[in-house]
Structure formats: C-alpha cells, structure tokens
C-alpha cells in the first residue's frame, strides 16, 4: 500500500481519538437552547480537562487580576467560542503520546505551537481581525500533522529529520522529497477526519504557501506569519524543524503589517507565554 496522508491518519487514529469533548461543545454552541450551564456540565464531567482549563485562563497570558476557580465563570469571562478552542487545544496537546524523543521532545513541539498561536492572536489583534481565538487554534494546530507523521511512520520521519538537518532544506521539502507529501497535507487531512471547522482545515493545509489559500487567505498569511516569527527567534523551542521557513513575499503585503512592529509582538510573546505551556500539558 501506497503512503498517503489518509493511510497515516489511519494509522494515527488507532492510537489517537478525535476531540470528543470538542465535538460536543461545537454542537451545543450552535444550539439555541443550550446554555452555559450545558457547556460547564460537559467539561466537568472530565476533572482532568477542567484543571487544565482553569490553570491556562489563570495564566499570565489572560492576565486577570482575580483567581477563576470555576468554568462557569471561565465562560463568563471569556465567552463560550474562547473556552471551546481552548477545549480543543488541551485535547490535542494531551492526544499525542509515545513519540520517540529522538524524533522530538514534545516539550519542545509544544512550545513552539504555543507560541505560535500567541503570536497569531497577537498578529491578528494588530491587524484588527475578528475572532482573534480562532487564530490562537490556528496557530496552535498547523503542526499538529508532524506528530502524525513521527507516530505513524517514524523512520521516515527520522530521515527527513536527518536530511533537513544536513542537507541545509526546511523539513517539509524533505517529506515531500521522501513522502510525496508533508505535514501540511496530514494535518489537513485530520483535521477533515476530526470534522474541525473549515477555516482550520485550510490554514493547517497551507500555512507554508499562505497565497494558495482561497477562502482564508487572512488566517493562513497570520499563522504563516506566526510560524516564521517564532522559528527566527530561535527561543521557543521547534516543531522538528530549526530552519526558518520561507517567507511568502505576498504576506506583509497583504496583512498591512510593519515589520518594525515585530519586537514588539515578541516580547508580548515572551510575556504571555509564561506557565502556558505546563498549564496546557498538566495533569
């Protein structure tokens, strides 16, 4: 059988299950006769979920001045769109486990995806665009196929690994020098399995070529955006790979964005991330 993203997210699933708390939520939230209290319900019936939920929006990154000890409250601080993606994003983080550490140490991989998704809310504020939550899973998630690919076919992906490393290329040339596809195309792909929303689907499919989005062209130029910025600091950790990534020249046009804004953004980065990336992956 012929490799394909489809065949490694096969792979994956027996291992990995899909959001389900997630799924729930989305359902409810489209729902006009559910409530908050539906909302608090079926995260409270996960004790581990809900302590990793109330430990991230009492982060620095939320900055409230008060402690929230409840999710009925988080909802009510936050809203119930914010606290879903942050659903998913604890559900995701906590799905993937077993991955070799000499493939990546997930410590790393998550460090960098969260300061990732820091930087695209904070992107997509500075550029006022709606819904800057929706950037935040974005930017979490648009490597969520590499740890498909280090679960499913690990030798593969120690040799892209291995030739990225040494042979001077990003990472996802060499998957498709040796896959015929790269993490982009898995994490896609998974996302449709899971049924996550549309927009994530596309950003995830095009983060590396933001100008073949058709339909999100705002969200994967931030998170394409988001990827570059934190890789070139070189202080969050990777995603497998330590070479910046190739800068879609369409980008800053696009976004309106000054690059003499970027220091800024990363402190705020370096500010907000603290305690978020053990309060995600707490037990």
């Not at 550490?101 to 904070?122: G, N, P, R, Y």
């Amino acid at each position: 059988m012929s490799l394909t993203p489809d065949t490694l997210i096969n792979k994956s699933l027996e291992l990995v299950s899909p959001p389900t708390t997630y799924s729930q939520l989305s359902s409810l939230i489209h729902d006009d006769n559910s409530s908050a209290e539906d909302i608090s319900a079926i995260i409270n019936t996960d004790p581990a979920l809900t302590t990793r939920l109330l430990k991230v929006v009492n982060s620095p990154y939320y900055g409230f001045p008060s402690q929230i000890s409840t999710i009925s409250r988080a909802i009510t601080i936050i809203g119930t769109s914010e606290l879903t993606q942050l659903v998913l994003a604890t559900s995701v983080i906590n799905a993937f486990k077993g991955i070799p550490e000499s493939l990546i140490k997930m410590e790393d991989f998550w460090q960098h995806s969260i300061a990732c998704a820091v930087t695209a809310s904070l992107i997509a504020k500075q550029c006022k665009l709606p819904a800057a939550e929706h950037f935040f899973i974005a930017g979490l998630l648009q490597n969520i196929g590499s740890l498909v690919i280090y679960q499913a076919v690990p030798e593969l992906a120690r040799e892209a690994i291995t030739s990225a490393q040494f042979g001077q290329e990003v990472l996802y040339k060499a998957e498709q020098r040796l896959l015929g596809f790269d993490h982009s195309d898995v994490g896609a792909a998974l996302a449709q399995n899971w049924r996550l929303p549309q927009p994530l689907i596309e950003v995830i499919k095009h983060h590396h070529a933001p100008s073949k989005a058709t339909q999100f062209l705002a969200e994967a130029t931030v998170v394409h955006l988001s990827d570059v910025m934190v890789t070139s600091a070189g202080t969050f950790g990777h995603s497998g790979d330590k070479h910046v990534p190739p800068l879609d020249p369409a980008a800053w046009t696009h976004l309106g964005l000054d690059e003499q804004q970027i220091p800024t953004i990363m402190r705020q980065v370096t500010d907000k991330i603290a305690g978020l990336s053990s309060a995600f992956t707490s037990t």
